[in-house]
């Protein structure tokens, strides 16, 4: 081993730059060769980027993919509008009960709904814990407000009917006067406790001011505005008011013409809420405001009430409106 070494060292000079060299170059060889395979990437890179794009008109298969794309782009941003839209208060379960119970004339079939209530409980339950104070993001606009308020009337109705029993022949008692119905009868609605009778003067007649909600919501009775059986929603409120109050004047009991003695019954709503109907008609620049003008809105021009014509209130049938 020793005479080994010593011959290595006593090599000439040339011998040992021609191991060290080779030595080097095989150490070295591995990062020459990533190195080449970097340039030509560099070098291909750069050819791929001086090369023409084709635009969308040189070729019709393109233009016609391209197309294609944003249509499906639209549609698919329509439909992403549409599904992040922010979400309303539903009526849908109180639309249900109104498909079983309620028939084409607006009466009732209460002992059906006292057997399956479930519908009717789920719509009470969220009518009193959810509205425009307690969840206002669900009602967006002055109709969502005023819809849900009509049909949590309605709605509340129905339930203190049921809870008079099966034999109830009507809510007003036997003075005559709903006091007991309309006043200390409590209910919940949108988080506060009131009363039927609160709930239409405070908060649907005086909020609102549209006289055509009298000719919507139901006090159960046979002389009341037909209960539709369709539930008021925001988006046709302003219709289905109108042809509430369009029906309410144009037929009888509410409304009937006695031609020999120049008279017209109406109702005796437009009795009680006679002052509902004038400022209205105040507020649309009339300068003498009559019932009279209130009713010939909703007549054809030829059955308009004459102004020599009196006016006098029907006999009001308080009688359940049961099926």
């Known amino acids: 081993m020793a005479a080994d070494h010593a011959r290595r060292a006593f090599q000439p000079a040339s011998v040992l730059a021609r191991q060290t060299s080779t030595r080097w170059l095989h150490a070295m060889l591995p990062i020459l060769c990533l190195g080449a395979l970097l340039l030509s990437a560099s070098v291909l890179h750069a050819e791929t980027d001086a090369r023409p794009t084709l635009e ?13 794309s944003d249509t499906l782009s639209e549609e698919s941003s329509e439909d992403s509008t549409e599904s992040s839209s922010e979400p309303v208060f539903s009526h849908q379960l109180w639309q249900q009960v109104l498909d079983r119970f309620v028939d084409e004339k607006g009466f009732v079939d209460y002992a059906g709904l006292a ?22 993001k669900l009602f967006p606009s002055r109709d969502h407000e005023l819809a849900f308020y009509m049909n949590a009337y309605n709605a509340l109705v129905f339930d203190g ?3 008079l029993g099966p034999d109830v ?17 409590s209910i919940t609605v949108d988080g506060e ?24 919501i139901n006090c159960a009775s046979i002389s009341c505005p037909r209960l539709p059986q369709e539930a008021f929603l925001a988006e046709t409120l302003d219709a289905q008011l109108e042809a509430a109050m369009l029906e309410f004047v144009s037929a009888k009991p509410s409304f009937e013409r006695l031609p020999e003695a120049r008279t017209v019954l109406v109702s005796k709503i437009f009795d009680w809420f006679r002052g509902d109907f004038l400022d209205y008609e105040n507020s649309q620049g009339v300068s003498n405001p009559s019932l009279q003008g209130y009713l010939n809105r909703y007549l054809p021009e030829d059955e308009q009430i004459p102004a020599d014509w009196e006016i006098k209130v029907a006999k009001y049938d308080k009688g359940l409106n049961r099926q």
């Not at 070729?59 to 294609?68: G, L, Q, R």
């Not at 009131?194 to 005086?206: G, S, V």
């Open 56 to 68: 969308p008109q040189d070729s019709p298969a393109v233009t016609d993919a391209t197309a294609e």
């Open 169 to 185: 022949k009507t809510v007003w008692g036997w003075t005559g006067s709903g006091f007991s119905f309309f006043v200390m009868h």
């Open 115 to 136: 057997a399956d209530r479930d519908d009717l409980d789920r719509y009470l339950e969220s009518i009193r814990t959810q509205g425009p104070k307690n969840t206002p």
């Open 193 to 216: 406790r009131t009363n039927l009778k609160k709930l239409e003067d405070d908060i649907i007649r005086a909020r609102y001011q549209d006289p055509r909600i009298h000719a919507a």
């Open 161 to 163: 009917v049921l809870g």
